[in-house]
């Protein structure tokens, strides 16, 4: 019989999955990296366009938006596209993206133009959104030292790194970077976005079943803070 604490994969409670950046996967757009975190894989694009929305104009700032998508096999079994209008979960996913990555740039130096980072989920084994943000900043980092080796802005634009993981608390046992079977099974799941100087940008917590207690949720956000700790030090290393 298996060890009720024993994760699927074998790591220690404290462990995150394998991790790793493929930069530049596509060749068109201006950012472009591939994040495997485990069996999960996440495609980020960064484009810029020089044009701002609407409600933008003239203000001589710039903006950062988000998307978000499975694709159709990315899972166990075919989710379908979202062709007629997107999903609550889809639309939830695709704000937490934008606004965690918009606290990774100060958009008042990126003039008035926007970045737009598209996270396409090649296979998903658990933390597809964590992967997405984390993956996502270095596409972003990317495209904005490409345009500040152009001269079009200045390098301050670029502002604290942004990382994302999942915590949860699985047989009892608060575990780091939670895959599929462990986030199914979760008896409390949470996904914490911070900076690379400890501050929290987003905390999303629940209770599957019975309420937790204070000291278990500062239990997960110090395991999230190690968690995060280590993917900013693998972004900086991508990134050079």
């Known amino acids: 019989m298996t060890d009720p604490v024993t994760r699927p994969d074998g790591r220690q409670p404290d462990e995150l999955r394998p991790i790793k950046f493929t930069l530049d996967y596509v060749d068109y757009p201006e950012g472009s990296v591939l994040i495997e975190l485990g069996s999960t894989r996440v495609l980020c694009n960064a484009s810029v366009e020089e044009t701002v929305p609407a409600w933008m104009a003239g203000k001589g700032t710039g903006w950062l938006t988000a998307e978000y ?33 918009r606290a990774g740039v100060d958009l008042s130096l990126l ?62 046992q608060v575990r780091l970077d939670l895959c599929y079977t462990e986030d199914r099974d979760a008896e409390v799941d949470l996904n914490v976005v911070m900076t690379a100087e400890g501050r929290l940008i987003e905390v999303q917590g629940t209770a599957e079943g019975m309420p937790f207690s204070r000291a278990t949720l500062d239990h997960m956000l110090n395991l999230a803070n190690l968690g995060i700790v280590s993917l900013v030090q693998r972004q900086r290393e991508a990134l050079g």
């Open 69 to 101: 998508a499975l694709l159709p096999r990315s899972t166990h079994t075919r989710t379908p596209r979202e062709t007629q209008g997107l999903r609550g979960r889809t639309q939830e996913i695709r704000r937490l993206i934008g606004r965690s990555l």
């Open 111 to 172: 003039g008035e133009r926007t970045l737009v980072i598209d996270c396409d989920v090649l296979q998903a084994d658990g933390g597809t959104r964590t992967a997405a943000v984390t993956g996502g900043y270095v596409a972003a980092a990317l495209a904005l030292r490409r345009l500040a080796e152009r001269g079009a802005v200045p390098e301050e634009v670029l502002a604290s790194p942004i990382a994302a993981v999942s915590v949860g608390v699985v047989a009892g």
